[in-house]
T-cell receptor
């Protein structure tokens, strides 16, 4: 089956620093990737849609200057949390949509998530 | 009003019980109805999806959709301790983004 990886799996950083999270599709190409945030005991909230070669589309209320997304290739999207603060501590999950197949739910694959703790 | 409403639980059942998980949604435009399972500190995995009213069965799992009442359900028969997880319903327009429910925490006791 299709595999999506995320790196790192967890990260601890100091307040004010920036953190980069990678999302890779390992055995398929993904024109579109999605970034979600999940707080403890809450659901996944879509932050932005990342499109290869173009600017990301951010959901209402998500600061694009704080959460920088780069989708420079068909297999890699990165999310950079700039000037991180404790309230940014969360579980960040990406998903990737297979470019070749029809865009149904069965062709969108989720990564294992990255746990961010900002001290 | 949220687009998808789901009772967060937790729901605790004995091993072997039938589990019923439910969601309601508000937008008739949604075409796909999914159930994901998420173990602690892991990404969600797609269990089942359907795009029409009626039932869809896969082993011990049955997904049910009633578009007239905007109601979706997941039934788990002969529940096992390994089924303990958070179950998320989600809806989607074709080719569009997923909208998730809050997730229901299920605990199956042995």
């Amino acid at each position: 089956g299709a595999v999506v990886s995320q790196h790192p799996s967890w990260v601890i950083c100091k307040s004010g620093t920036s953190v980069k999270i990678e999302c890779r599709s390992l055995d398929f190409q993904a024109t579109t990737m999605f970034w979600y945030r999940q707080f403890p005991k809450q659901s996944l909230m879509l932050m932005a849609t990342s499109n290869e070669g173009s600017k990301a589309t951010y959901e209402q209320g998500v600061e694009k200057d704080k959460f920088l997304i780069n989708h420079a290739s068909l297999t890699l999207s990165t999310l950079t949390v700039t000037s991180a603060h404790p309230e940014d501590s969360s579980f960040y999950i990406c998903s990737a949509r297979d470019s070749v197949l029809s865009p149904g739910p069965e062709t969108q694959y989720f990564g294992p998530g990255t746990r961010l703790l900002v001290l | 009003q949220k687009e998808v409403e789901q009772d967060p639980g937790p729901l605790s059942v004995p091993e072997g019980a039938i589990v019923s998980l439910n969601c309601t949604y508000s937008n008739s435009a949604f075409q796909y109805f999914m159930w994901y399972r998420q173990y602690s500190r892991k990404g969600p995995e797609l269990l089942m999806y359907t795009y029409s009213s009626g039932n869809k069965e896969d082993g011990r799992f049955t997904a049910q959709v009633d578009k007239s009442s905007k109601y979706i359900s997941l039934f788990i028969r002969d529940s096992q301790p390994s089924d303990s997880a958070t179950y998320l319903c989600a809806i989607m327009e074709y080719g569009n983004k997923l909208v998730f429910g809050a997730g229901t925490i299920l605990r199956v006791k042995s």
